[in-house]
């Protein structure tokens, strides 16, 4: 993985160096007409369109460049979750302690790795020990809505080739709350005859996908950060969804009843949130042990509160 990271940060580099040199090359043909021109005694001036042109090609060059930087740079943050994952698994295999660890060339041995001579010797791979939390989730009565349980903290690695779908219909989101993992795209195909601009304005989750005609489908949103995310539309201010991302795979849904249960979870203290579109979340630290957790959280209503569009101003008398 050091090697792909190694190499991924040259590309980088050299990505940026391309980029100079293309622009370098763009500067000196717009140069040389008026060279040109200035040996052969004609007026030093470029034609307009020319300068037009190669203006457009370097604005073009410039956003590619950035585009291929924000992709190296998630590439390079994926390869790390990875790396991390896989500390935690050969951390469990041999009872290995994080601490002291400088980096990802300093893994520690694996016993699969030993000679065959020393296949006697070698310690028994044990299984992580993990216990099953089960909890009750108590919500004041007309909130409304899903709830969702799910434990925060460890972050697992980003899925790959994931999609999920919220189309907008009837000037509506539909779904209108759901929960995804990280790393999954989420498209919003535009199922109405109108025009939609669906955009987030949360903090570290922000997009705007621009207008949408009637029958498109908008360029998927890749859920990068853990967390609540936002979602409105730019024209029609009823429309809303909510989006859970969640840090790893231990998160389900509540029952009617209010119950719920997280089986595969790590031993140790962990913190438990109950979440939902709806509600203030609620949270509540338990020690999971062999035997599991009991948990128990209420949760109080959420505060309705109005939204603004994408500039940050009360929408206007187009609204529907």
Partial sequence: MTNRVSALSKTLVLSGGLFTLMAAQARAAAAAPTANRAETGEPASAPAADVARLEADVNRLKQEARDQRQLILQLMQMDQQRYDVLLRYLQSMNGASAEGLPGPLALPASPLATGAADKEAAPTATPREVGTI????????GAGGDLYAYVDGPRGAPVHGRTFEIRQKDKQFVPRTAVVPLGTRVVFPNADSVIHNVFSSTPGSAFDLGSVKGGERSPPVLMTRPGHVEIFCNIHSKMRADILVVPNGHWTKVA???????????????????????????AQEVEVTAKGAAVSLSAEPGLARPHFNKRGQAYGSYDE
């Fill in 134 to 141: 089960s909890g009750h989730a108590r919500v004041p009565a």
């Fill in 256 to 282: 009617p009843d209010g119950s719920f249960s997280l089986p595969g979870v790590a031993l140790g203290q962990r913190r438990v949130v109950l979440w939902g579109p709806n509600i203030k979340p609620a």
